[in-house]
């Protein structure tokens, strides 16, 4: 086997409390990793939280994504929902801009965006899900998602700089598309 060619990165969803509610050991993956996933309100996350995640992410020199998901803090961004393209592509400026807010309130750039939970799901079995996401994330900015799925395919048609990305911590269906349970087991 030769030599590395190009490094793994590991990125992590963080951010994902709500309130006085902690969800993750946000604090203790920082230094393990090199891109933070950070949620953006609608699945999780409130304003000070997201403040709170974005100081701990320069603090440690750690890239920052947004982290959209589906309005559904009850069900963490799980459950599907039925919504109009127009629908969706706000939902996606909204909160991308919320956290675009943050970071640049720390003198940090926008690294990336990847959607959350049951929404990453519809958008690689939807194209036209896929393509109202994909129409609120901001000019030149890469979006994550799965490999060979309208992801890839609708980054490229709308210029979108894509990343492939794999999940460590999830199961597989036989068709290399994500388990994405209701409740996290």
């Known amino acids: 086997?030769?030599?590395?060619?190009?490094?793994?990165?590991?990125?992590?969803?963080?951010?994902?409390?709500?309130?006085?509610?902690?969800?993750?050991p946000d604090l203790e993956l920082l230094p393990l990793i090199d891109q933070a996933n950070v949620?953006?309100?609608?699945?999780?996350?409130?304003?000070?939280?997201?403040?709170?995640?974005?100081?701990?992410?320069?603090?440690?020199?750690?890239?920052?994504?947004?982290?959209?998901?589906?309005?559904?803090?009850?069900?963490?961004?799980?459950?599907?929902?039925?919504?109009?393209?127009?629908?969706?592509?706000?939902?996606?400026?909204?909160?991308?801009?919320?956290l675009k807010g943050f970071l640049d309130a720390e003198g940090m750039e926008l690294h990336h965006v990847k959607p959350h939970g049951v929404l990453y799901g519809m958008m690689y079995r939807d194209y036209d899900i896929c393509k109202a996401v994909m129409l609120g994330i901001p000019e030149g900015i890469p979006v994550f998602g799965l490999a060979g799925t309208f992801h890839e395919q609708v980054a490229k048609e709308l210029g979108i700089p894509f990343v492939a990305e794999l999940y460590g911590d999830v199961k597989y269906n036989s068709d290399a598309t994500l388990v994405i349970d209701r409740k996290k087991k």
């Open 1 to 24: 086997m030769g030599p590395i060619k190009t490094k793994v990165h590991i990125n992590v969803d963080l951010g994902e409390g709500y309130g006085n509610f902690v969800c993750g």
């Open 39 to 98: 949620a953006c309100g609608f699945h999780a996350s409130d304003p000070l939280i997201m403040r709170e995640t974005v100081r701990n992410c320069k603090a440690h020199n750690i890239v920052v994504g947004a982290h959209p998901g589906l309005p559904d803090v009850q069900g963490f961004g799980r459950r599907e929902m039925k919504l109009t393209p127009e629908e969706h592509t706000s939902n996606i400026i909204y909160q991308v801009g919320a």
